[in-house]
């Protein structure tokens, strides 16, 4: 008995000790995010004011701009492609697809410097500036194959004979499409856009290469920042961004709990 | 009776493999119709071909008399029911039901009480509100139908729609899709791979095999008269002798076999020297243990197998083929290992001119060893 409470002891050290690795650098940015001193070092006293300071920053605040722009706009793009890809591989046969299958994955597989550079250099070549534009592009090409991989998990799913249930029934292709295609592949597209706003909001390397200077991004903003020290500064922003991330997954969790009540009750 | 469908000279190839030849039929309005035929034979192709799902290679499909091979599947007033029913599975039961309709651009509130009806008529009154996955496959099957009848077409096409039931609701739902059938009066064209399910159901059979058609006949003329080895074969049991016409009389017709040789109706149209496949179904066999005029075919019994109200026998002629012979449950049988001669009543005897293609087919079956020994004759 007692030999199992000292392996039980042990259990539960290590378990701990896990928790405080991943969780004690993310408690110290937001303990010192409310601290009144600039250093890092001892808490002096409590304070709102670094919050304030974020968001009277027209850097951050036009980098943040941008970062949501480019993360709806790539998003919403690279869910429109990268779905009608999906199908358009699963229902077509056409010369070279095998190939296509493959090449589709390079973006996921190849290191992002690579990409960055890759895009750098065919936007040096065709002419286009570097903008807002230049990095909507890269983003929609590195979110593409996510979007496709995630629809066409589902795709497979879902039984081929029911557009031609449709169609017997007198739909139309296009409404076929609409009324039964979409409405079951809907899980994978929204994942598939969840994957893409995620990446492209987070992205340094490939943002690096392909942003203009007027049109820089939040990441690489605060990444600038953290080059002169970490100020309580980027410990506000930090948490803030923690805060959506915590409140986001919760909504998330709640819905899905109520979701599997609903259709359990039923 | 009114023309609905007629396929003339259809061919579907899938690349290089010819999957139809020539296919020619007409269905008529309100009959029911059965494509039968083993697995691979194209029964799936051609239904899918009606449909619209898939063009002919070459020739023609009409329906009502009008070519509908420049019509897409919503177009045709043709439904179908899938063998895998292929329900909606992101709708509910009214809502699969009502696709047709609202399709069909029928207002919600029109829908309703048509969907009602509907459920009413394949027995599901108050299901509408349900999930699919509340549903047991007999119901789903129900359901898959309700969808089909919704938008009355003038054709139902059903592939193979209780192959996924089990034995006993599948009985219960082939009396309730011929009550159907019968209501309505919607021509119905049925496939199946089986056998007693389509001569109980049909109106006709089409007996198809490789591609191609080998007889399409009411279920009695099938049973009575096959054309073709296979559908003897094919429909119940059969025995089949291999054998030329060896002598023509004014009151005989003979047929030299391997195993002796038999005597058939004189009013037969045959030639001497002519090829020729006779088929006797086992119930018509008689065994006697002194030789019959006419007849020479001597046989061992070999096994009895009691069938409930009939007993199955086994005898063995002398070179190895196996004869089925099937008695009234009541009769006395001859003992195992007893000698004797079969014989059988020359009306009951089934003549079927050979065509090479038979006698390719007669080798494909181990019933017809006798055939290698004989052949090149
Ligand atoms: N899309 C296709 N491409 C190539 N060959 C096909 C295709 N669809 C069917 N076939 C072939 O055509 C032949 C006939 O198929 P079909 O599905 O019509 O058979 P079936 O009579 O319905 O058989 P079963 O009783 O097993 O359903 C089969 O040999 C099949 O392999
Ligand atoms: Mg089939």
């Known amino acids: 008995m007692t030999r199992s409470k000292h392996v039980d002891f042990w259990k539960n050290s290590l378990i701990g000790l896990v928790f405080v690795f991943l969780y004690l650098p993310i408690l110290v940015i937001i303990v010192f995010s ?17 919050y304030a300071l974020v968001f009277h920053n027209v850097q951050i605040m036009s980098a943040l701009e941008n970062t949501l722009i480019v993360g709806i706009i790539s998003t919403a793009l690279a869910t429109i492609i990268g779905t009608l890809g999906a199908i358009g591989m699963q229902k077509y046969n056409f010369p070279g697809k095998a190939i296509l299958d493959k090449v589709l994955y390079i973006p996921i597989v190849i290191p992002e410097v690579v990409l960055g550079i890759a895009l750098l250099s065919i936007y040096s070549l065709a002419g286009i500036p570097l903008s807002l534009f230049s990095l909507i592009l890269a983003h929609v090409t590195f979110c593409i194959p996510f979007v496709v991989l995630t629809v066409r998990s589902r795709l497979v799913g879902i039984d081929q004979t029911l557009e031609e249930a449709a169609l017997d029934l007198g739909a139309t292709p296009l409404k076929a499409f609409i009324q039964v295609l979409l409405p079951l592949l809907i899980p994978g597209i929204i994942s598939g856009a969840g994957f893409s706003f995620a990446l492209s909001i987070d992205d340094v ?11 820089t991004t939040f990441p690489l903003q605060v990444y600038a920042m953290v080059k002169t020290g970490i100020t309580p500064e980027i410990n506000a922003i930090s948490t803030l961004m923690m805060l959506v991330i915590v409140v986001g997954i919760a909504a998330n969790a709640i819905f899905q709990v109520s979701k599997l009540k609903r259709s359990k009750r039923k | 009776m009114k023309e609905m469908i007629r396929l003339s000279s259809i061919k579907k190839n899938y690349g ?3 999957i139809i030849k020539d296919l020619n039929f007409t269905v008529y309005e309100g009959e029911f119709l059965t494509m039968l035929g083993p697995s691979g034979c194209g029964k799936t192709t051609t239904l899918r071909m009606i449909a619209g799902f898939e063009e ?17 599947p919503y177009k045709r007033k043709i439904n179908t029911v899938f063998q895998n029913y292929a329900l909606f599975p992101h709708l509910t039961v009214a809502q699969n039901v009502g696709f047709g309709l609202k399709m069909a651009g029928v207002p919600k509130v029109k829908r309703g009480p048509q969907v009602e009806k509907m459920l009413k008529l394949v027995q599901l009154e108050g299901y509408g509100n349900r999930k699919l996955d509340q ?5 789903k099957q129900r359901i898959a139908i309700a969808r089909a009848l919704i938008n009355h077409p003038q054709v139902l096409l059903l592939d193979e729609p209780l192959s996924a039931l089990d034995l006993k609701l599948r009985k219960q739902m082939q009396l309730e899709l011929k009550r159907l059938q019968r209501k309505l009066g919607i021509t119905f064209v049925y496939v199946t791979h089986d056998q007693e399910e389509a001569l109980m159901m049909s109106d006709r059979i089409a007996v198809m095999n490789k591609g191609h058609l080998e007889q399409i006949a009411d279920p009695r003329t099938l049973y009575e008269q096959p054309k073709t080895c296979f559908v003897a074969n094919f429909i119940g049991e059969s025995n089949i002798f291999y054998g030329k016409v060896s002598e023509i009389t004014k009151t005989d017709t003979k047929v030299t076999i391997e195993n002796g040789y038999l005597t058939l109706q004189s009013d037969k149209p045959v030639f001497e020297k002519q090829i ?24 061992t019994v070999a096994e009895h197998y009691y069938a409930g109200n009939v007993n199955k026998s086994v005898l063995r002629l002398p070179n190895g083929m196996a004869l089925k012979m099937t008695s009234a449950g009541d009769q006395k049988l001859p003992e195992i290992g007893k000698s004797g ?4 009543e020359l009306a009951d005897a089934i003549l079927i001119k050979t065509t090479s293609d038979d006698v390719f087919k007669a080798v494909d079956n181990p019933d017809f060893s006798m055939v290698n020994q004989m052949g090149g004759d």
């Open chain 1, 34 to 50: 409310f601290n009144t001193s600039k250093l890092n070092i001892l808490f002096k006293g409590f304070t709102f004011k670094w």
């Open chain 2, 16 to 18: 290089d493999v010819k």
């Open chain 1, 205 to 215: 390397i490939i943002s690096f290469f392909t942003t203009g200077p007027a049109s």
């Open chain 2, 341 to 344: 001669f079969v014989y059988w």
């Open chain 2, 276 to 299: 020729v496949n006779i088929v006797i179904r086992p119930e018509k066999v008689k065994f006697s243990t002194t030789e019959v005029p006419g007849f020479h075919i001597p046989a």
């Open chain 2, 56 to 72: 002919p290679t070459s020739g023609e499909i009409m329906l009502n008399e009008k070519p509908v091979s420049n019509l897409p």
């Open chain 2, 135 to 139: 549903l047991s496959g007999g119901q």
